[in-house]
T-cell receptor, first 117, second 114 residues
């Protein structure tokens, strides 16, 4: 079945540094990937839609200059948290849908726990 | 504005009994609904979905019911097993939308007691 792989699973960084998170579709090509964020005991909030070969679409309230998204190939999207601050600490999850499978649901990676100290 | 709501943050059920998780939505454009199961520090895992042209979809122990007039859906798990203990999220999308993005509810923590 479709698998989405996310790396790293956990990262700790110092305030002011940048962190890159990778999301890969392992056995299908995804022209669109979605980045979500989950704060403790809260829902998954959509941050942005990553589009292969074009600019990402950001949800209202999400700073595009802070959360840089690059979807350079049909199997890889990256999210870079720039100049991270402690309030950026969260659980980031990417997802993608297999366009080759009818009615394919959204498949999620295992998430990245970001802690900014 | 929470378009998808799960009003019960937690639910405790005895093993072997039925678990019923509820979800309400406000956006009448939603026409595709899904349930996901999530363990801590992991991504959500797809369970079951339903299109708005149906009112019921069943897959093994899992059944999803949709009441469009009430903008309400529910997930029934029977019989419940201890391994079902997790957070359950309902999600909705308007498939006619350009990106088919999913909007998630706030989740319900299900605890199945042995």
């Amino acid at each position: 079945g479709a698998v989405v792989s996310q790396h790293p699973s956990r990262v700790i960084c110092k305030s002011g540094t940048s962190v890159k998170i990778e999301c890969r579709s392992l056995d299908f090509q995804a022209t669109t990937m979605f980045w979500y964020r989950q704060f403790p005991k809260q829902s998954l909030m959509l941050m942005a839609t990553s589009n292969e070969g074009s600019k990402a679409t950001y949800e209202q309230g999400v700073e595009k200059d802070k959360f840089l998204i690059n979807h350079a190939s049909l199997t890889l999207s990256t999210l870079t948290v720039t100049s991270a601050h402690p309030e950026d600490s969260s659980f980031y999850i990417c997802s993608a849908r297999d366009p080759g499978t009818r009615n394919s649901p959204l498949h999620f990676g295992n998430g990245t726990r970001l802690t900014v100290t | 504005d929470q378009q998808v709501k799960q009003n019960s943050p937690s639910l405790s059920v005895q093993e072997g009994r039925i678990s019923i998780l509820n979800c309400d939505y406000t956006n009448s454009m939603f026409d595709y609904f899904l349930w996901y199961k999530k363990y801590p520090a992991e991504g959500p895992t797809f369970l079951i979905s339903i299109s708005s042209i149906k009112d019921k979809n069943e897959d093994g122990r899992f059944t999803v019911f949709l009441n469009k007039s009430a903008k309400h859906l529910s997930l029934h798990i029977v019989p419940s097993q201890p391994g079902d203990s997790a957070v359950y999220f309902c999600a909705a999308s308007a498939r006619g939308g350009a990106t088919n993005k999913l909007i998630f509810g706030t989740g319900t923590l299900l605890a199945v007691q042995p």
